[in-house]
């Protein structure tokens, strides 16, 4: 009983399969919409995946619970501030010093590590050549904040780093450009007046964006790194009066910029906390802080990358949810498209339908084959429309630069609706056809 009913569906099935097949262009242009439907949601959902895991890449990149301090210079001040008020604001701050960092360490019992930041643009040469390059004076737990690995050699010591000795550790970048017949670790390089000694060459890292390159300062691969020590005592440092400062020029030779403005010792304090609950409270302290240290001059930013990149990935959310919800209109605008056609069909094939019961169909046998034609439709304009997404996803990587990653599941859920929207759309059209009189069927002209 039941081998003779699957027959008989089976019969019904593939008499849907040869109506497909003797009209292959009207089916294509039906499927056309569950084709691209299929393909945008797709191709939409990996880009939503892409931006995810940029989003996580980036928050492993600047590291965790990170709390980051940038001053503000005259000019920054100035224009924020109107005349009266700069006149009465006469105030002396010290501004953004090592001395703070080291305040810091002290008055955060839930800090976990810190590195004060000094950027310094000079030139690099070795043996015939010579490039611009960025010099970065850190401390050793600069490295460890922004998960950082040596490639060779190794990271500052104890003795750099207290002493102010003439080292270095280089990125994967300036080893390409300059260490490509030698070895670099323990070659000397000239930057600026300086002679530094390699001692560690770091791994290259994919830093592409401009959330990250705010936080470390630009491209970690093309810069060198030196102890903080080492820059202040070798190259630059702010805070002591010197015979320029005295007689007014404020030049620096190796850049060739004034930085009468920038009165701050320090570029930058990057600081870690050990719990997330901790960094609102941090936020709250430091702001306390240097407003006492500085006599109540405002001239350090208190950012935390983390909440920064949240709400980001909360923007990019909504806007793949959005765009999500797009690519589904087109796949239901597609299903009606399958009904349209599907009931134009019925029109069309009433004598069909009219002979089929004369010689015994029921209505289920209708249903059967109108239903199984409508769903194949979408399923093969399904896997066309996987391979578009696919496709697609690709193309938009390689020449808009957007990240996009194709899940199973997303492949698995436009599959499914495709399906499904052949069996919703298509179930109209095919009960309509069933419940047609066959005398009426087989009179109709």
Same mark, same amino acid.
């Given at each position: 009983?039941?081998?003779?009913?699957?027959?008989?569906?089976?019969?019904?099935?593939?008499?849907?399969?040869?109506?497909?097949?003797?009209?292959?262009?009207?089916?294509?242009?039906?499927?056309?919409?569950?084709?691209?439907?299929?393909?945008?949601?797709?191709?939409?959902?990996?880009?939503?995946?892409?931006?995810?895991?940029?989003?996580?890449?980036?928050?492993?990149?600047?590291?965790?619970?990170?709390?980051?301090?940038?001053?503000?210079?005259?000019?920054?001040?100035?224009?924020?501030?109107?005349?009266?008020?700069?006149?009465?604001?006469?105030?002396?701050?010290?501004?953004?010093?090592?001395?703070?960092?080291?305040?810091?360490?002290?008055?955060?019992?839930?800090?976990?590590?810190?590195?004060?930041?000094?950027?310094?643009?000079?030139?690099?040469?070795?043996?015939?050549?010579?490039?611009?390059?960025?010099?970065?004076?850190?401390?050793?737990?600069?490295?460890?904040?922004?998960?950082?690995?040596?490639?060779?050699?190794?990271?500052?010591?104890?003795?750099?780093?207290?002493?102010?000795?003439?080292?270095?550790?280089?990125?994967?970048?300036?080893?390409?450009?300059?260490?490509?017949?030698?070895?670099?670790?323990?070659?000397?390089?000239?930057?600026?007046?300086?002679?530094?000694?390699?001692?560690?060459?770091?791994?290259?890292?994919?830093?592409?964006?401009?959330?990250?390159?705010?936080?470390?300062?630009?491209?970690?691969?093309?810069?060198?790194?030196?102890?903080?020590?080492?820059?202040?005592?070798?190259?630059?440092?702010?805070?002591?009066?010197?015979?320029?400062?005295?007689?007014?020029?404020?030049?620096?030779?190796?850049?060739?910029?004034?930085?009468?403005?920038?009165?701050?010792?320090?570029?930058?304090?990057?600081?870690?906390?050990?719990?997330?609950?901790?960094?609102?409270?941090?936020?709250?302290?430091?702001?306390?802080?240097?407003?006492?240290?500085?006599?109540?001059?405002?001239?350090?930013?208190?950012?935390?990358?983390?909440?920064?990149?949240?709400?980001?990935? %909360?923007? +990019? /959310? *909504?806007?793949?949810?959005? $765009?999500?919800?797009?690519?589904? @209109? !087109?796949?239901?605008? &597609?299903?009606? #498209?399958?009904?349209?056609?599907?009931?134009?069909?019925?029109?069309?094939?009433?004598?069909?339908?009219?002979?089929?019961?004369?010689?015994?169909? %029921?209505? +289920? /046998? *209708?249903?059967?084959?109108? $239903?199984?034609?409508?769903?194949? @439709? !979408?399923?093969?304009? &399904?896997?066309? #429309?996987?391979?578009?997404?696919?496709?697609?996803?690709?193309?938009?990587?390689?020449?808009?630069?957007?990240?996009?990653?194709?899940?199973?599941?997303?492949?698995?859920?436009?599959?499914?609706?495709?399906?499904?929207?052949?069996?919703?759309?298509?179930?109209?059209?095919?009960?309509?056809?069933?419940?047609?009189?066959?005398?009426?069927?087989?009179?109709?002209?």
């Amino acid at each position: 009983m039941r081998t003779s009913i699957i027959k008989r569906y089976w019969h019904d099935i593939q008499i849907a399969v040869e109506a497909i097949q003797a009209n292959q262009v009207k089916s294509f242009l039906t499927a056309l919409g569950i084709i691209f439907g299929v393909a945008a949601v797709i191709s939409m959902l990996a880009i939503g995946n892409g931006a995810k895991e940029e989003i996580l890449e980036q928050m492993k990149m600047i590291g965790v619970n990170n709390i980051v301090i940038t001053p503000v210079t005259e000019d920054e001040n100035q224009a924020a501030t109107s005349e009266d008020t700069r006149e009465e604001s006469k105030e002396f701050s010290p501004g953004l010093t090592l001395a703070d960092a080291e305040g810091i360490a002290h008055i955060l019992p839930n800090i976990n590590r810190i590195s004060p930041h000094i950027f310094y643009d000079s030139y690099v040469i070795f043996g015939e050549r010579r490039s611009p390059a960025k010099l970065e004076g850190v401390s050793v737990d600069f490295f460890e904040l922004f998960d950082y690995q040596v490639a060779e050699g190794e990271f500052f010591n104890d003795y750099h780093l207290e002493s102010g000795a003439p080292v270095c550790i280089i990125g994967s970048d300036i080893a390409t450009q300059f260490f490509d017949k030698t070895k670099p670790i323990g070659s000397y390089l000239k930057c600026g007046r300086e002679w530094l000694q390699v001692v560690g060459v770091l791994e290259k890292r994919n830093v592409t964006t401009s959330s990250i390159g705010k936080v470390i300062g630009g491209n970690s691969n093309a810069k060198i790194y030196i102890p903080i020590k080492t820059m202040l005592m070798r190259y630059t440092n702010r805070s002591l009066i010197t015979n320029d400062l005295l007689s007014g020029n404020f030049d620096e030779e190796e850049s060739g910029t004034k930085k009468r403005s920038n009165y701050h010792q320090l570029d930058k304090i990057i600081l870690q906390v050990k719990e997330t609950e901790g960094l609102n409270p941090s936020v709250e302290v430091l702001n306390r802080y240097f407003i006492r240290r500085h006599s109540g001059v405002e001239d350090v930013e208190i950012t935390v990358p983390e909440l920064l990149l949240k709400q980001q990935q %909360k923007t +990019k /959310d *909504i806007f793949n949810l959005v $765009l999500g919800a797009i690519a589904s @209109i !087109s796949l239901i605008v &597609g299903g009606i #498209g399958i009904m349209n056609i599907m009931l134009a069909s019925v029109m069309e094939r009433i004598r069909e339908i009219g002979t089929r019961q004369a010689i015994g169909a %029921k209505r +289920k /046998d *209708i249903v059967v084959q109108f $239903l199984a034609e409508s769903t194949l @439709i !979408s399923i093969v304009g &399904g896997i066309f #429309g996987i391979f578009l997404g696919v496709v697609l996803s690709h193309l938009i990587s390689h020449f808009a630069e957007i990240k996009t990653i194709i899940s199973v599941w997303s492949v698995v859920i436009a599959f499914g609706v495709s399906a499904s929207i052949g069996i919703i759309f298509g179930y109209v059209p095919a009960k309509r056809a069933s419940e047609r009189d066959p005398v009426e069927s087989l009179r109709y002209e």
